[in-house]
């Protein structure tokens, strides 16, 4: 970091929430008659974005877990409110996702987006704005504030831009979440006075909010609130109900988004807030959480595998892909939590490619059901090639992305907890029964439908779209190094913290003492 001006430094996070705000603000002063200088417009700023994230990403010291390149000024000094940003070895590699898949998100839509094309892209940047929030935020507050401006740009791409049933599934993301988001609300009001009542000090600060010794009782309660929040984005079994209708009626764009990153600030708010701040809830319902990951696995494998519709089937995906990342970060050691963050990133270039797949051949046939299709890699070998290679990292195949996550999250779960990791092992036979079956339906076999005879082959701009995806498949395949070293400080450090602040919790409490009595004092 001694390499960037300290000016630049303290500031560059700031800049980096800030920039695609700006960028939106442009798009009002730019003629709604030339959508083209608007995308090309928007692609710029993502560009920008991506290329100001790049110091961010170089110069992060991976030997330490301190915050890096923090910006701290009080906003509201009253209430102990700042404006509190910086990033450590768990959020990097999340906001370094955010920044790289917004240009490939915004090249997929020349062709898709046709109409209120400004608007749509207003929309797109300020979701970038809150998305990037959400993984700097270290003011309670700001995290918030942060987390339910993603509903807004999210609501309306769905509503507007989205499919036949837009508008009763964007109602039904909006109220799931938003529902789960109140609960959370609820839970830092609560804590921000118990912080007061502690300490005499009114703060919003998480830093010093894990230093805070929270009673037993409470963390069961403020957990649940702060879980059910997370648990609603994730989305965790039996709480993911809204997510296949967001993804199959949600645009292309918007679907890639919402997979990559939405969902994983549902899984990055387990490990920044609710694990570390009530350790002890966190580890006794440990086996619920599990057990509810494993379920989601299997049961989304399941559900996917009986799909017509292909852009469902990869929805259902998400929420057996989401299952590991949930059993990874809940085996509470590094292989595991580890496994979990790179995962994230993984599903994050994986199923975004997959949806990106998927739009590319709805646009040339207006339908994404299976049956429709079958021989295309006849047709369009390219497009074959590149669908085959993302199959394969989605189902984990050596070499690829998905293998090094899933492999890391079952040898750091198996420590933990030997008989869900066995379970959730089925879940890998799965992806691949359901992942594989559908390429072979859709590229392999006869050509039945003359429709798909003289369908064209990958364009130059969905190339250069794809590209950075396949890169990024096989170089976290191949040497993952890169991203695990970066994370391996903060990872060890939140280890600790947890343990430590769980044994603090527990060290004057009697021996045997049963969850019930735990909680709710109910006598053994």
Do not use: C
Request: hydrophobic share 55%.
């Amino acid at each position: 970091m001694t390499w960037i001006p300290a000016y630049l430094s303290s500031n560059l996070l700031t800049a980096l929430i800030f920039f695609p705000l700006a960028g939106a603000l442009l798009l009002f002063f730019l003629p709604r008659e030339n959508p083209r200088l608007i995308r090309n417009a928007t692609l710029l700023v993502t560009l920008v974005e991506f290329l100001l994230s790049l110091p961010v990403a170089i110069g992060f010291n991976g030997a330490t877990a301190a915050m890096q390149f923090v910006q701290r000024v009080p906003w509201i000094p009253g209430y102990g409110i700042e404006y509190h940003v910086g990033v450590d070895g768990i959020s990097l590699w999340l906001v370094m996702l955010t920044t790289f898949l917004m240009p490939i998100a915004i090249l997929s839509t020349y062709e898709a987006v046709e109409k209120h094309v400004k608007e749509f892209m207003i929309f797109m940047l300020v979701l970038e704005v809150g998305m990037v929030g959400v993984f700097l935020a270290i003011d309670l507050f700001l995290f918030y504030i942060f987390w339910e401006l993603v509903l807004i740009p999210m609501y309306f791409l769905i509503g507007v831009w989205g499919s036949e049933r837009r508008i009763y599934s964007a109602i039904k993301f909006f109220l799931y979440t938003f529902a789960g988001s109140v609960l959370m609300l609820v839970a830092i009001i609560a804590l921000y006075f118990h912080h007061y009542a502690a300490t005499g000090v009114y703060t919003t600060n998480l830093l010093r909010m894990y230093e805070l010794s929270i009673p037993v009782k409470l963390q069961f309660w403020m957990f649940a609130a702060f879980a059910l929040a997370f648990a609603f984005k994730v989305p965790m079994f039996p709480f993911h109900t809204w997510l296949p209708d967001a993804h199959v009626d949600a645009p292309t764009a918007g679907s890639v988004i919402l997979a990559a990153v939405l969902l994983k600030m549902g899984t990055y708010g387990f490990l920044r807030f609710a694990m570390p701040l009530f350790p002890v809830a966190a580890v006794d319902l440990m086996p619920l959480v599990a057990t509810l990951a494993v379920i989601g696995i299997i049961y989304g494998a399941l559900v996917a595998m009986v799909q017509k519709d292909m852009k469902k089937l990869v929805a259902y995906s998400s929420v057996s892909h989401l299952g590991f990342v949930m059993l990874g970060l809940f085996a509470f050691n590094v292989q595991g939590i580890e496994g979990g963050i790179l995962q994230m990133i993984n599903h994050g270039v994986s199923t975004g490619a997959l949806f990106l797949i998927v739009g590319i051949i709805y646009e040339r046939r207006h339908t994404r059901l299976i049956e429709e299709f079958g021989g295309l890699s006849k047709v369009v070998p390219l497009y074959a090639l590149v669908f085959m290679i993302v199959t394969l990292s989605s189902v984990g195949l050596p070499g690829t992305n998905g293998f090094v996550g899933e492999f890391l999250i079952l040898l750091g779960a198996f420590k933990t907890a030997k008989w869900y990791t066995v379970f959730a092992a089925t879940g890998v036979i799965l992806s691949a029964v359901y992942m594989l079956w559908m390429f072979q339906r859709v590229m392999f076999g006869k050509i039945t439908n003359e429709k798909n005879r003289h369908l064209p082959d990958l364009k130059p701009r969905e190339i250069a779209y794809m590209l950075p995806l396949l890169v990024m498949i096989f170089w976290i395949g191949v040497y993952p190094q890169t991203f695990l070293r970066k994370m391996d400080a903060s990872v060890s450090a939140a280890v600790t913290r947890i343990e430590t602040k769980r044994q603090a919790a527990l060290g004057e409490r009697p021996q045997g003492e049963t969850l019930l009595a735990r909680y709710f004092d109910v006598k053994k």
